[in-house]
């Protein structure tokens, strides 16, 4: 059992930067992935990154590589998203979820914070 708290979001320009942050608790955090997920007013969830447990992996969706970075911290029971190079499209609620392995599929994850507000002016 996971319990986690996305912080970081708020009101940044075209081409500014971010750092979301997810807080994690529980006793076996190290043993989950966790993913990155956004959602747009009125659009599904979607797929932004993910990492494993053990940070040997990591996914990026096509609209983020490069620009967004994911990394956790086992230690701190932390993960990071930096976001670089934001743009207008990156509006949403953000969300880290964890699950047992990493996956592109929202569904996969058992446990999911209650997101935070990313807006993006242009």
């Known amino acids: 059992q996971v319990q986690l708290v996305e912080s970081g979001g708020g009101l940044v320009q075209a081409g500014g930067s971010l750092r979301l942050s997810c807080a994690a608790s529980?006793?076996?955090?190290?043993?989950?992935?966790v993913g990155w997920f956004r959602q747009g007013s009125g659009k599904d969830r979607d797929f932004v990154s993910a990492?494993?447990?053990?940070?040997?992996?990591?996914r990026y969706a096509d609209s983020v590589k490069g620009r967004f970075t994911i990394t956790r911290d086992n230690a701190k029971k932390m993960v990071y998203l930096r976001m670089n190079s934001v743009k207008p499209e990156d509006t949403a609620v953000y969300f880290c979820?964890?699950?047992?392995?990493?996956?592109?599929?929202?569904?996969?994850?058992?446990?999911w914070g209650q997101g935070t507000q990313v807006t993006v002016s242009s």
């Open positions: 990492v494993s447990w053990n940070s040997e992996f990591t």
């Open positions: 979820a964890a699950g047992v392995s990493l996956h592109e599929r929202s569904n996969w994850y058992s446990w």
């Open positions: 529980g006793r076996s955090f190290s043993d989950y992935a």
